[in-house]
Nanobody, 119 residues
Framework: QVQLVESGGGLVQAGGSLRLSCAAS????????MGWYRQAPGKQRELVAV???????NYADSVKGRFSLSSFNAQNTVFLQMNSLKPEDTAVYYC?????????????WGQGTQVTVSS
């Protein structure tokens, strides 16, 4: 079983910054990719950013130039640095990890952390 623990959400003013963290634990052979998704009121869950074990990244157009995703380190932790936050960034942010375990590959999700950006 793989567990993802998220932290770093909160309330900030427009133009401010937050850093989200996601730590994966459990019986993991390797992490193939980690990333963040978000779901805002009235919208579908969407990709924010993802990074593979090889270092390839993909960002949503709406966050390019403002958000930056770290590589996951030896502690299987990934950080999402969010700068120049806008009210439209308000959403629940979910960490996702694709892992290889004894039972094979699987996708796991964090519980979500609320990010609220005030005008």
């Amino acid at each position: 079983q793989v567990q993802l623990v998220e932290s770093g959400g909160g309330l900030v003013q427009a133009g401010g910054s937050l850093r989200l963290s996601c730590a994966a634990s459990g019986s993991i052979f390797s992490i193939n990719a980690m990333g963040w998704y978000r779901q805002a009121p009235g919208k579908q869950r969407e990709l924010v950013a993802v990074i593979t074990s090889g270092g390839s990244t993909n960002y949503a157009d709406s966050v390019k130039g403002r958000f930056s995703l770290s590589s996951f380190n030896a502690q299987n932790t990934v950080f999402l640095q969010m700068n120049s936050l806008k009210p439209e960034d308000t959403a629940v942010y979910y960490c996702n990890a694709r892992t290889t375990t004894r039972s094979g590959r699987g996708d796991y999700w964090g519980q979500g952390t609320q990010v609220t950006v005030s005008s």
